[in-house]
């Protein structure tokens, strides 16, 4: 299975500042036949199922604002949210799509400092 | 616009087995793959497998002896069946769906619709 490993586990950013959170996976998700990263992003908000924000490691889903931006490559990645707003309180979640088991990151709570 | 309901007993005996369903509106079951993801209260996320609605499947092999997956595509459901069920087995139950952001031929298995979900506890 490929572990997929977030940090920090939690982090409080004052409203406008640059929120950055880490995931690691522990093998490659880098197809090499498309050159693309098989990972993906979430936010879960209390009592509400997980939003996918991000896929292909870098491509925001339809209506995700553009606060939000994925990077990274082969091992390591990250989700910047550029200028934190007070809705984007949430958990968020990486998960990658290389291969099955389909396997997520434990998670990063962000609060407002 | 496409949602999923899930559906079935909140409560489960130990040794018993778990079922919910799935049903998709908005779209065809037959568009996608189509997952069952669970999330035990205050943890994070566990992907229990998939289903084509072909009939082709994909488990998680920490649960594939007791997990099977079942499409009815006459009714635009899947569903979820898990036998043996302890109290780890407590969880949030979501049904997804596979977006299929393909590029070059390969599709990534990204969630992009989620159903509300329903807890299920495991107890006597």
């Known amino acids: 299975d490929i572990v997929m490993t977030q940090s920090p586990d939690s982090l409080a950013v004052s409203l406008g500042e640059r929120a950055t959170i880490n995931c690691k996976s522990s093998?490659?998700?880098?197809?090499?036949?498309?050159?693309?990263?098989?990972l993906a992003w979430y936010q879960q908000k209390p009592g509400q199922p997980p939003k996918l924000l991000i896929y292909?490691?870098?491509t925001r889903e339809s209506g995700v604002p553009d606060r939000f931006s994925g990077s990274g490559s082969g091992t390591d990645f990250t989700l910047t949210i550029s200028s934190l707003q007070a809705e984007d309180v949430a958990v968020y979640y990486c998960?990658?799509?290389?291969?099955?088991?389909?396997?997520f990151g434990g998670g990063t709570k962000v609060e407002i400092k | 616009q496409v949602q999923l309901q899930e559906s079935g007993p909140g409560l489960v005996k130990p040794s018993e087995t778990l079922s919910l369903t799935c049903t998709v509106s908005g779209d065809s079951i037959s568009s996608h793959y189509w997952s069952w993801i669970r999330q035990p209260p205050g943890k994070g996320l566990e992907w229990i497998g998939y289903i084509y609605y072909s009939g082709n499947t994909n488990y998680n092999p920490s649960l594939k002896s007791r997990v099977t997956i079942s499409v009815d595509a006459s009714k635009n459901q899947f569903s979820l069946k898990l036998s043996s069920v302890t109290a780890a087995d407590t969880a949030m139950y979501y049904c997804a769906r596979d977006g299929r952001y393909c590029s070059g031929g390969i599709c990534s298995r990204a969630f992009d619709i989620w159903g509300q979900g329903t807890m299920v506890t495991v107890s006597s």
């Open positions: 292909w490691a870098s």
């Open positions: 998960q990658q799509c290389y291969s099955t088991p389909l396997t």
């Open positions: 093998q490659s998700v880098l197809y090499s036949s498309n050159n693309k990263n098989c």
